[in-house]
T-cell receptor, first 114, second 114 residues
């Protein structure tokens, strides 16, 4: 089975802290994505990566950075957490099946910034 | 650029009744279309996808969707819902190139009432 895991299901941090959200996929595929999910706004793309050490900004990259040192791992970094970054964060990786890159999602990390 | 509109943010329906969740998309080129489901406190799971060919697509859990190019719609249907179908449903589009991120709608919360 294809698997995407995220390091924490729930996380509570203080304003100003540096926060790392980790995501690991076992599909040996290049593409990985970070989204945030907020009520009424759906999923919004923060950053994505097509390969090791490559990154592309999504729709809402401000306040975030990413790191992709190994193909299987894609980290989302909040350099200085703020309360408006309280949200659900979803990581996804792609697996090619039937000629299509299908996205598989991790269970999500619910981050609360106090 | 592509965009997705899910016309209903919430849909309440009685158990064993039929349901339709509406999705319209905008794109100047051909796209792939997807429906994902998110059960409480979980990540997203693929329900079904349309790539090409037959416009009626069957997915998991008894769901199906119909692609209508002239109306740029991809509505999700189920003839008889169960309590366990209570979840949030997301429609998404992507370009066929394979490496482009999905663009999601804002989601429809389906509540099945006993």
């Amino acid at each position: 089975d294809v698997k995407v895991t995220q390091s924490s299901r729930y996380l509570v941090k203080r304003t100003g802290e540096k926060v790392f959200l980790e995501c690991v996929q076992d599909m040996d595929h290049e593409n990985m994505f970070w989204y945030r999910q907020d009520p009424g706004l759906g999923l919004r793309l923060i950053y994505f990566s097509y390969d090791v050490k490559m990154k592309e900004k999504g729709d809402i990259p401000e306040g975030y950075s990413v790191s992709r040192e190994k193909k299987e791992r894609f980290s989302l970094i909040l350099e200085s957490a703020s309360t408006n970054q309280t949200s659900m964060y979803l990581c996804a990786g792609t697996h090619r099946a039937g000629g299509v890159n299908e996205q598989f999602f991790g269970p999500g990390t619910r981050l609360t910034v106090l | 650029a592509q965009s997705v509109t899910q016309l209903d943010s919430q849909v309440p329906v009685f158990e064993e009744a039929p349901v339709e969740l509406r999705c319209n998309y905008s794109s100047s080129v051909s796209v792939y279309l997807f429906w994902y489901v998110q059960y409480p406190n979980q990540g997203l799971q693929l329900l079904l996808k349309y790539l090409s060919g037959s416009t009626l697509v069957k997915g998991i859990n008894g769901f199906e969707a119909e692609f209508n190019k002239s109306q740029t719609s991809f509505h999700l249907r189920k003839p008889s819902v169960h309590i366990s179908d209570t979840a949030e449903y997301f429609c998404a589009v992507s370009l066929p190139s394979g490496n482009t991120p999905l663009v999601f709608g804002k989601g429809t919360r389906l509540s099945v009432i006993a």
